[in-house]
């Protein structure tokens, strides 16, 4: 597609629920971020996919996150027993080959609110 | 710990006013310098970079400032517009981890 794509663009979910939420990056970008942001907070590194390397999964706050993407397309985020603190708009970017950071295009985000 | 030293956290400027967005950081691995620009219910998207063997680098209205030896950089924006009330981000990339740093952002807004 022309752009990132992101889905669904609102959740809201009860507390102790499960969520997935989806990333469709621009065609061939081969780099795929997903990032949290909190009201009046900037942007938390979450996890990073580059091709067929593993995952830099340094930035998952705890065990209840995780992600996958099926070689360089479709990325899913789940959020296990999602709590309150949870409530955060979910960003993904995708960059080109060999960019390493360079170029990001965002998607304008899954606003998740836990109750 | 903050990577990214943004401040301030909120600008208000009267149009035809300079806006000054400063940003501070520690790590000389870092290389790439980008501001990100970030508007109510979308993403950030992209507005000028630099890198550090340059001092400063204009597009525009929009000059980012660099100072090597301060670790310190600056987003100034000439002539603001109320157009231009958005969010702010910089960040900083270390190479060999392919990935950005960012700043908490500032709150720009532009008044007629």
């Known amino acids: 597609g022309a752009g990132v794509s992101q889905s669904p663009s609102n959740k809201v979910t009860e507390k102790g629920k499960d969520v997935e939420l989806r990333c469709d990056p621009i065609s061939g970008h081969t780099a795929l971020y997903w990032y949290r942001q909190r009201l009046g907070q900037g942007l938390e590194f979450l996890i990073y996919f580059q091709g067929n390397s593993a995952p830099d999964k340094s930035g998952l706050p705890s065990d209840r996150f995780s992600a996958e993407r099926t070689g360089e397309s479709v990325s899913t985020l789940t959020i296990q027993r999602t709590q309150q603190e949870d409530s955060a708009v979910y960003l993904c970017a995708s960059s080109p080959p060999g960019s390493l950071g360079y170029g990001y295009t965002f998607g304008s985000g899954t606003r998740l609110t836990v109750v | 710990q903050q990577q990214v030293k943004q401040s301030p956290q909120s600008l208000i400027v009267q149009k035809g006013g300079i806006s000054i967005i400063n940003c501070a950081y520690e790590?000389?691995?870092?290389?790439?310098f980008p501001w990100y620009q970030q508007f109510p219910g979308k993403g950030p998207a992209l507005l000028i970079a630099i890198r550090p063997d340059v001092s400063e680098k204009k597009e525009g209205r929009f000059t980012i400032s660099f100072n090597k030896s301060a670790k310190q950089f600056s987003l100034h924006i000439m002539d603001s517009q109320p157009g231009d009330s958005a969010t702010y981000f910089c960040a900083a990339r270390v190479p060999t981890l392919g990935r950005l740093y960012f700043g908490r952002g500032t709150q720009l807004t532009v008044w007629p």
């Open positions: 790590n000389t691995a870092f290389d790439y």
